[in-house]
């Protein structure tokens, strides 16, 4: 497994070693050891999540209310996509900041998000699958969007597809705009607590959890 830093304070990618013969390929997106390695600790799954988009689909930029927060880890198990990860946590050192990663289900890339930070994805091709991991249950008033569009935020989206949003993504507030609404979760807030003493090996609890 290969890991690297996003320019967002918090987010890595990483790649794992595919497995190939005459039958097939196997490939363990998520593991265990490269991830605590890398974050500090374990990854709590409490619900894992399935997406299929025509190309030009664009979903997000999405994040949970933080508290309580929800951390995710994605890949893409079929087709390609553009994922963006942007940091919104107010006084995060990154604010502002965002990384592109190329997925497909030729490298099987997986992007962790934690706490705070906003997410969206560009379908590449028909029947793109993504596959989460999300560290707590969805709750529909948690959830909110931020135009993926923003020309503040400057995502360089590809101008050869055609975008294809939600009504909720198409109607979201610009970054600036749910920065004075209080949308935005505060950097504090999305800092892991420290490890219990005796249990190095635990995942940390967040406020909320």
Same mark, same amino acid.
């Given at each position: 497994?290969?890991?690297?830093?996003?320019?967002?304070?918090?987010?890595?990618?990483?790649?794992?070693?595919?497995? @190939?013969?005459?039958?097939?390929?196997?490939?363990?997106?998520?593991?265990?050891?490269?991830?605590?390695?890398?974050?500090?600790?374990?990854?709590?799954?409490?619900?894992?999540?399935?997406?299929? @988009?025509?190309?030009?689909?664009?979903?997000?930029?999405?994040?949970?209310?933080?508290?309580?927060?929800?951390?995710?880890?994605?890949?893409?198990?079929?087709?390609?996509?553009?994922?963006?990860?942007?940091?919104?946590?107010?006084?995060?050192?990154?604010?502002?900041?965002?990384?592109?990663?190329?997925?497909?289900?030729?490298?099987?890339?997986?992007?962790?998000?934690?706490?705070?930070?906003?997410?969206?994805?560009?379908?590449?091709?028909?029947?793109?699958?993504?596959?989460?991991?999300?560290? @707590?249950?969805?709750?529909?008033?948690?959830?909110?969007?931020?135009?993926?569009?923003?020309?503040?935020?400057?995502?360089?989206?590809?101008?050869?597809?055609?975008?294809?949003?939600?009504?909720?993504?198409?109607?979201?507030?610009?970054?600036?705009?749910?920065?004075?609404?209080?949308?935005?979760?505060?950097?504090?807030?999305?800092?892991?607590?420290?490890?219990?003493?005796?249990?190095?090996?635990?995942?940390?609890?967040?406020?909320?959890?």
């Amino acid at each position: 497994m290969r890991t690297r830093e996003l320019a967002v304070a918090g987010g890595f990618e990483f790649t794992p070693d595919i497995h @190939s013969d005459h039958r097939g390929l196997f490939v363990s997106p998520l593991q265990d050891e490269a991830f605590v390695a890398a974050v500090g600790h374990r990854f709590p799954v409490a619900q894992t999540n399935h997406s299929r @988009s025509a190309r030009g689909v664009l979903r997000g930029l999405h994040f949970t209310a933080t508290p309580p927060g929800q951390a995710k880890y994605v890949y893409c198990a079929r087709g390609q996509a553009l994922d963006a990860v942007v940091d919104i946590r107010v006084g995060s050192p990154t604010f502002g900041q965002w990384d592109l990663v190329k997925m497909d289900s030729e490298s099987f890339r997986a992007v962790y998000i934690p706490d705070g930070l906003a997410h969206a994805f560009l379908a590449l091709e028909d029947d793109t699958v993504m596959s989460y991991l999300v560290s @707590s249950a969805y709750q529909a008033e948690l959830e909110h969007a931020i135009d993926p569009l923003d020309p503040a935020i400057g995502l360089p989206w590809p101008h050869e597809v055609e975008f294809r949003l939600s009504a909720r993504d198409t109607i979201a507030p610009r970054l600036a705009e749910a920065e004075a609404k209080g949308m935005l979760p505060m950097y504090a807030d999305c800092l892991p607590a420290a490890e219990p003493p005796g249990h190095p090996d635990r995942p940390a609890v967040r406020s909320g959890d």
